[in-house]
C-alpha cells in the first residue's frame, strides 16, 4: 500500500516578522555633526589651484576632529578660512566643524590653570573672535607673569580688534620692551591694521638706536701698545 503524504500547512502569503538586529543607540547630535562629508565640488568649469590644497587642510582638520583633538581641530579648520578665503564652498562646512570643536572642547577641558593653558586659551579665543574671553584668560597670565612679553603682545591684539587703541598701544609697548622681536612682529601682524593710523602705534614701531651702537659711541678709544 502506498504511504500517504502528509498534509503541509498552507503557506500564508504574507511575511513572517524579522526581529530587528541590535544595534547601537542612536548618536548625538554634536557625533553626527562631526561625521566627516565629502567636500563641496567648486562650482565652474574649473578648479582654482588652491582647491586641493584647501581641502587637504580641511581633511586634516577632520580627523583631528575624530580623534577628538578639539583644539588641533580648530585651529586646523580656522587655517582653511584664514590662508584660502577664496574657497567660499568649504568655508560653511568649515564653520559647522569649528562649532562643534567649540562644544565639545568647553564640555570635555577643564577651565585652564596654568600660564600655558591660559595662553593656548587665549590663542584659540582670539582666532575665533571672542575677544573678551582671551583678555579674560590673558590678564591672569598678566597677573602671575607681569613680564610674560607674550601675553602682553596678545593682549595688545585684543585690544586692537575690539577697536581700543590707548590699551592696545599701551600693552605693545610694554611687550617690545621686554622683548624687541616684537616690533618687527607687530609691523607686519594683520590683527594690529586697526592701529595703523594711530600715531603712538607707529611712534612704538619706530626702532631706536641699536645697543650695539649706543656702546660703541660711549666706549673710549683705547691707545695701541708696541710690543
Do not use: W
Not at 34 to 57: C, F, H, I, N
Not at 59 to 65: I, P, S
Not at 171 to 198: K, Q
Amino acid at each position: 500500500m502506498a504511504k500517504q503524504r502528509r498534509s503541509q500547512p498552507p503557506r500564508s502569503s504574507k511575511p513572517s516578522p524579522t526581529v530587528p538586529a541590535a544595534g547601537p543607540s542612536v548618536p548625538s547630535r554634536d557625533v553626527r555633526e562631526a561625521r566627516p562629508q565629502q567636500p563641496p565640488q567648486p562650482s565652474g568649469p574649473k578648479r582654482r589651484p588652491t582647491y586641493d590644497e584647501a581641502v587637504a587642510l580641511y581633511e586634516r582638520g577632520l580627523e583631528a576632529l575624530q580623534r577628538h583633538a578639539y583644539a588641533e581641530a580648530a585651529n586646523i579648520l580656522e587655517s582653511v578660512l584664514r590662508l584660502y578665503p577664496e574657497e567660499k564652498e568649504l568655508h560653511e562646512r568649515v564653520r559647522l566643524y569649528l562649532n562643534v570643536c567649540q562644544r565639545q572642547a568647553s564640555r570635555a577641558e577643564p577651565a585652564p590653570q596654568t600660564i600655558e593653558e591660559r595662553l593656548f586659551a587665549a590663542t584659540l579665543a582670539i582666532n575665533g573672535g571672542q575677544y573678551d574671553q582671551a583678555i579674560a584668560h590673558l590678564r591672569l597670565v598678566r597677573d602671575e607673569d607681569p613680564d610674560n612679553d607674550h601675553a602682553l603682545y596678545m593682549l595688545a591684539v585684543a585690544h586692537a580688534q575690539r577697536d581700543e587703541p590707548a590699551e592696545a598701544v599701551a600693552h605693545l609697548e610694554r611687550a617690545i620692551s621686554l622683548n624687541p622681536e616684537n616690533r618687527g612682529l607687530a609691523r607686519t601682524d594683520p590683527d594690529l591694521d586697526p592701529l595703523r593710523d594711530d600715531d603712538a602705534f607707529r611712534a612704538a614701531l619706530e626702532a631706536p638706536p641699536s645697543s650695539a651702537s649706543r656702546s660703541a659711541l660711549k666706549r673710549p678709544l683705547k691707545a695701541r701698545t708696541g710690543r
